[in-house]
């Protein structure tokens, strides 16, 4: 079986000083950093999604900002593809799922930002595509969200989404796993 990691959305927008920083930024992208590791070691292909929106009421993610670029910890090495996208699914209108059939990868390993936006959308339709889904749970994070005002934490949005996608979409692990996964 191919696997592939697939990194979504980790840029410089989401972390401290950005324009939306999310919930425990540094955190994630510890845990994805260290995925990334393990698939460069391993040779396995690794896939980074860049999230560039084109919407004229758009606050972040802007074109030719600093902040679409993607974080340093997690930058591309050549040899890695890097998708642009522009709405949450890393597959619609994007070259993703053409790119994953031209080198037979058949299960995905996601990680990235948001949680209960691109990372769920993103693995809702990877699952629908046919592949088998590892999703990284510690390797994503979101933000807090607001409800008929009421504001629910980041950490229980996560772990809402995380919960709500597990057995069914993917199977949600520890990065730590990772090693005995692939």
Not at 22 to 44: C, I, P, V, Y
């Amino acid at each position: 079986m191919n696997t592939a990691l697939v990194l979504v959305d980790i840029q410089n927008d989401y972390f401290k000083g950005g324009r939306n920083e999310l919930f425990n930024t540094d955190q994630a992208a510890t845990h994805a950093q260290e995925a990334l590791s393990l698939f460069r070691e391993k040779g396995l292909p690794v896939v980074h999604i860049q999230c560039i929106l084109l919407e004229n009421n758009a606050t972040f993610f802007l074109p030719d900002t600093e902040g679409i670029e993607i974080h340093e910890r997690v930058k591309p090495q050549a040899g890695e593809k890097v998708i642009v996208k522009h709405t949450p699914d890393s597959f619609f209108q994007t070259e993703l799922q053409s790119y994953l059939e031209s080198i037979n990868v058949t299960r995905l390993v996601i990680g990235g930002m948001m949680s209960h936006i691109c990372i769920d959308s993103t693995v809702r339709t990877a699952h629908r595509l046919g592949y088998e889904v590892i999703l990284l749970g510690e390797a994503c994070t979101t933000r807090d969200l607001v409800w008929k005002d009421n504001v629910i934490p980041a950490k229980t949005v996560h772990d809402t989404f995380m919960a709500s996608l597990q057995d069914t979409f993917a199977q949600v692990i520890d990065t730590g796993s990772l090693y005995d996964t692939i």
